[in-house]
Structures are given as C-alpha cells and as structure tokens.
C-alpha cells in the first residue's frame, strides 16, 4: 500500500476515533502539521494538542480520495461531518472558519458541521509524515 493510502487510512481512524495518539504516531517526532496556510504546530505535543478540538465532536464521519500516491509525497481531497458537542468548539469552528457564529436561539442545539479540503504530505523514506498541510472550508449541515 503506499504512503498517501495508509496514511488517509490512520487519519480517518484517529479523527472518527479522536486518538490523538494515534494521530501522532503517522509523524515524525520533529513534522510540521500545517492546520492553515498560516498555521502550524511542530512535533507530536503541538500536534497532540491542536488534535485535543476533536474530543468536543461526536458521530464524525471522514470520507476521503487518494489524488496522487507517490513514496515521498502524496494528495487527498478529504470530507468530514461531525456533531458539535460544545459551545466552545462552535466558537472555534467559527473564528477558524472565519464566518463568525451563525445566529441561534437559546436553546437551539449545537449544528452538525461539514468541511471539506485537500491534503498535502510528504514523507520520510520509513513512510511517516514529515509535513502535511491541508487546505479546507466548512459549513453547518442543511
């Protein structure tokens, strides 16, 4: 299997699981995980903690599409939906997203969240990720 397949393979486990263990285990101990274009965490505890948003979403479903598959390098779209569990991960989805936080009633649930990006990572020749980035948009489910 190469790199790009088993690597989407892990992630969609580790994010549908929130094993942020798991997660860092697809790095190397000094990898760059781009979240943004403009930001970055370096090595498995920035990584670790950046992953900590996902123990504040439940029924997370991730599909994805291996674009290219090379042994240094590969591409993904992916898609994701998950159930916000916490006011405090609407309120960072929205200021990541940059929408701001739609208009809600008290007492109105907490939306179920769709994003969808593409995935960049190169990797080392042992096959674990030096530095991924991914591009991404997001929206409440219809």
Request: charged share 20%.
């Amino acid at each position: 299997m190469a790199a790009m397949q088993r690597f989407m393979q892990v992630y969609r486990r580790a994010w549908e699981t929130r094993d942020d263990r798991l997660l860092a285990s697809l790095f190397t101990a000094d990898a760059v995980y781009h979240n943004t274009p403009f930001d970055a965490q370096h090595g498995h505890a920035a990584i670790r903690k950046y992953w900590d948003r996902v123990k504040l979403q439940a029924d997370i479903a991730l599909s994805f599409e291996v674009l290219a598959d090379g042994a240094a390098s590969g591409i993904a779209h992916w898609h994701v939906t998950y159930q916000v569990t916490s006011e405090k991960m609407f309120a960072m989805w929205a200021a990541a997203a940059g929408t701001g936080i739609p208009a809600r009633k008290p007492g109105d649930p907490l939306p179920r969240l769709v994003l969808d990006g593409v995935a960049l990572a190169d990797f080392d020749p042992a096959g674990l990720c030096t530095r991924f980035r991914i591009w991404w948009h997001s929206r409440v489910a219809d």
